[in-house]
């Protein structure tokens, strides 16, 4: 077959600028090979390469006595004690969701399930981070009820729980949804496996499913903006199959018991490429592959096609020859193929053969490391205007108006279609707060949480930032949970524009600034820009994925709101309302500044809710919707009314940073008032959990009415 001639053309639609293509000459002294030009497009790609974003992740901390394995691997893994180790990753599927919805989330979802057992850990738990354009746009629909679908769809049939997750609606993601996928798996702390491939003339085996024409130049695509050519590159989205992946799963943990495995990688964006060439680079070695026996579904593929197909439920391992004919039992009981494709070889070199032919020699390293690396011109995010007056309201009106909007009504449409209880270790479900699994055999749990408030980061990118990061300490917090680390998913727009450049470093500064201050190190995560569409960017959508521990399941802050619980606010509250829930769906706003983070307050009013979990019946953070909302969710989920004390709107709706909504006993609040006191944290009484209505002051309203509005519009709005 010919090859196209590599024109100015071939090399735009390849997603390479030409000062990067006049490197590429300079690197290999030549014309790049068709296939060539595929592999260098793979890895120079901001999917893969990050090249306008690594210069700001190395400012962020990453280490910690708890942290096993930082970034730059599969996933990230921290110690839980008692040997054991969690492992987890965040990572967005944006592109392929909005383009094919079912199959975009759904080989997401497997990618993210790959990352984690890749590194010799069993999932234990999922989470998504869902935005979506506004309701009633005529997209909208069909990308939730797709989105969703796939979501539990390949998550059920795997059998991983889906503990927590967020969903979103703006019109600024009107044309580019975001579907961020969370994996967290349990594994022994001295069994961990990595990608660095050792040793020379070592056998490279391909596993798992077979290689087809899906997904080619998937994570190039992922790397663009959209246009009016968006239909075109449905081709590049994969494919995925669930019972293969469990089947893939199973054989990956048994074979790895056999002591064959030198390094693993799993096969997600630019697939073969790109799993070969880290392997080889993070070990110091070349690759040399033959295509000839790389398992296909489909007949006459070329060289470019094997290696740039994101085909899904494939690994690539480095294995000992000694134990080959162990391993390759393993897979074949399991139904899966196995096949040596190369070797580890001692030059800098990726060379790819196809039937005899060299179909591509390039410098291995130049791949990888030493992909091009921009310090991107930025600006910094104007200043907020001044927020100005906001009318005071019925308070009871305010919080219909946030129930009945499908961003802070109940999200249980979405979760009861995504299997919560399978493995038999949920310890709670979503609907309130961080989703929590017990380490099966032990007295341990592990809470998990994602958060973000995108507007927040859009006024203020690095107070925006910092909140992603506090909020999912509040969520770990009130459940009892130690923080112990996060992953990160980076989702803005195009950041060849100064301004969401500008956008990015913000947000990475208050990120960095609240890992460091609350000991949660980011040990893993994704980068996801150009998220745009004829030139309009999402909200900058920097998703924080965060996992506490708790020692004993005894330490558990419930929801056990009964009648007669005092309502206790612990933190600060001044009023703030920019950028507010309240402003947005009562009057239509978006304006202010966000609120600011006092990082120390954030510190030591978590660790007071810990200290004193033992006279807590229930707890809830305070962020969108302020105490109003915060109180009728309590409530609602435990089918007791709350009357809360006669306040200003500012203080019902506002969304100051670094609060608790505690309910106890009087005795409980008396006691805790004089812990607060004594540990010099904020805590004010405003009202208790009683009756059958949701009263405000003088306002109320039935509890029945109100749960009814809040059970039925996510559905109205969406379904």
């Not at 110091?284 to 197909?309: F, I």
């Not at 510190?603 to 969108?624: V, W, Y």
């Not at 005795?667 to 004594?678: N, S, T």
Request: net charge negative.
């Amino acid at each position: 077959m010919q090859e196209p001639a590599i024109t100015p053309d071939l090399i735009a639609a390849h997603g390479l600028k030409p000062e990067e293509y006049d490197m590429i000459l300079e690197i290999i002294g030549r014309e790049p090979t068709f296939t060539e030009l595929g592999i260098f497009s793979a890895m120079w790609n901001e999917h893969c390469s990050y090249k306008s974003s690594k210069k700001w992740l190395r400012t962020l901390p990453t280490s910690g006595p708890q942290v096993i394995c930082g970034p730059g691997e599969n996933a990230g893994v921290v110690d839980i004690g008692d040997g054991q180790a969690v492992v987890f990753k965040m990572e967005s599927h944006n592109h392929p969701s909005y383009i094919e919805p079912y199959q975009g989330a759904a080989t997401g979802v497997g990618g993210i399930l790959r990352d984690v057992f890749t590194m010799g850990a069993r999932p234990i738990a999922a989470m998504n981070a869902l935005s979506f354009g506004e309701p009633n746009h005529p997209k909208t629909r069909q990308l939730v009820n797709g989105v969703v679908e796939g979501i539990g769809g390949y998550g059920n049939c795997f059998g991983v729980p889906t503990v927590g997750g967020e969903v979103r609606f703006h019109p600024a993601y009107n044309g580019n949804c975001l579907v961020n996928a969370f994996a967290a798996g349990l594994a022994d702390a001295d069994k961990i496996f990595y990608s660095a491939a050792s040793g020379v003339g070592m056998p490279v085996v391909y596993l798992g499913a077979k290689t087809g024409r899906d997904g080619v130049g998937g994570a190039t695509m992922a790397s663009a903006e959209f246009d009016d050519t968006i239909e075109e590159k449905r081709p590049t989205v994969q494919v995925g199959d669930p019972f293969t992946e469990k089947r893939l799963m199973e054989a990956t943990l048994e074979l790895m018991q056999t002591g064959a495995v030198i390094s693993i990688q799993d096969m997600g964006a630019a697939g073969l490429t790109c799993s070969a060439v880290e392997m080889g680079d993070k070990g110091g070695l070349g690759v040399r592959l033959d295509l000839e026996n790389v398992p296909q579904r489909e007949e006459n593929m070329t060289a470019y096609e094997m290696m740039l197909s994101e085909s899904q439920e494939r690994m690539l391992m480095v294995l000992k020859p000694e134990l080959e004919a162990e391993a390759r039992a393993v897979f074949e009981k399991w139904d899966l193929d196995f096949a040596i494709v190369g070797e580890t070889i001692a030059e800098d070199r990726f060379l790819i053969m196809h039937n005899g032919e060299i179909k591509a020699d390039l410098p291995l390293s130049k791949l990888a490391s030493t992909a091009p690396e921009y310090d991107r011109p930025w600006v910094p995010s104007s200043t907020a205007e001044d927020l100005g007056e906001v009318p005071q309201i019925d308070p009871i009106d305010g919080l219909r108006a946030l129930i009945s909007s499908p961003n802070y009504a109940s999200k249980h449409w979405v979760y009861e279609q995504y299997d919560t209880m399978v493995m038999a270790d949920t310890a709670r479900t979503p609907g309130v707060g961080a989703g929590m699994v017990r380490v099966h055999g032990t007295d341990k749990v592990l809470a998990f949480t994602s958060d973000v408030t995108p507007r927040y980061v859009r006024a203020n990118p690095k107070e925006g930032g910092k909140q992603a990061v506090a909020e999912a300490y509040r969520n770990l917090t009130a459940v009892g949970a130690k923080p112990l680390a996060t992953t990160d998913n980076l989702n803005f727009g195009n950041p060849e524009k100064p301004e969401i450049m500008g956008q990015f470093v913000g947000a990475i500064q208050g990120i960095g600034a609240a890992v460091a201050a609350l000991d949660m190190p980011i040990v893993s995560g994704n980068v996801s820009l150009y998220n745009e569409t004829d030139g309009q960017a999402i909200l900058p959508t920097p998703t924080i994925g965060a996992v506490g521990l708790l020692q004993h399941a005894d330490e558990i802050i419930g929801t056990e709101v009964r009648e007669g619980h005092v309502a206790l606010v612990i933190g600060e509250t001044k009023g703030h309302l920019g950028q507010s829930a309240l402003l947005a769906e009562v009057f239509n706003r978006e304006d202010g500044d966000a609120p600011h983070v006092d990082l120390d307050a954030e510190k030591r009013n978590g660790d007071f809710i810990r200290a004193n979990r033992e006279m807590i019946k229930a707890c809830t953070d305070l962020s969108d919707g302020g105490l109003a909302l915060a109180a009728f969710e309590l409530a609602e989920a435990a089918g007791v009314g709350v009357h809360l004390d006669d306040a200003p709107t500012e203080f019902l709706f506002g969304e100051d940073q670094g609060r608790y909504l505690v309910a106890c006993n009087f005795d409980q609040a008396e006691a805790l008032m004089i812990a607060a006191g004594q540990a010099g944290v904020p805590l004010v009484s405003v009202g208790r959990f009683t009756g059958e209505t949701v009263r405000i002051g003088a306002s109320e309203a039935p509890l029945s009415e109100l749960s009814a509005l809040y059970r039925s519009s996510f559905a109205e709005a969406v379904a």
